[in-house]
Nanobody, 123 residues
Framework: QVQLVESGGGLVQAGGSLRLSCAAS????????MAWSRRAPGKQRELVAG???????NYADSVKGRFTIARDNAKNTVYLQMNSLKPEDTAVYYC?????????????????WGQGTQVTVSS
């Protein structure tokens, strides 16, 4: 019903930058919050950054000042600009959308996750 497709991951040297994108498609009535999380090897998934439909943003302390989350509501897309990358940023990055889904039975709350994109930062 809803698909989130992520792109932009890859291999980069420490100090470099990457920009992740996540596009949502399907039977979407509206999107409330969108967020990026990550899971590093051997660690639990952690929230990296989030943004609401009102434009409010929040960041993990570990990425404040280096990462910027932004969304294009017209395209149902969220971005994560990652600068000054560190080896400890290496992880699989996932986007999530909390949205209202159009169904035959009306409008329903729905949460969707992307498939993940690998970010590797070499030292």
């Amino acid at each position: 019903q809803v698909q989130l497709v992520e792109s932009g991951g890859g291999l980069v040297q420490a100090g470099g930058s990457l920009r992740l994108s996540c596009a949502a498609s399907g039977s979407i009535f509206s999107i409330n919050a969108m967020a990026w999380s990550r899971r590093a090897p051997g660690k639990q998934r952690e929230l990296v950054a989030g943004t609401t439909s009102a434009g409010n943003t929040n960041y993990a302390d570990s990425v404040k000042g280096r990462f910027t989350i932004a969304r294009d509501n017209a395209k149902n897309t969220v971005y994560l600009q990652m600068n000054s990358l560190k080896p400890e940023d290496t992880a699989v990055y996932y986007c999530k959308a909390d949205l209202l889904l159009s169904t035959e039975d009306g409008i329903k709350d729905y949460s969707a996750w992307g498939q993940g994109t690998q970010v590797t930062v070499s030292s």
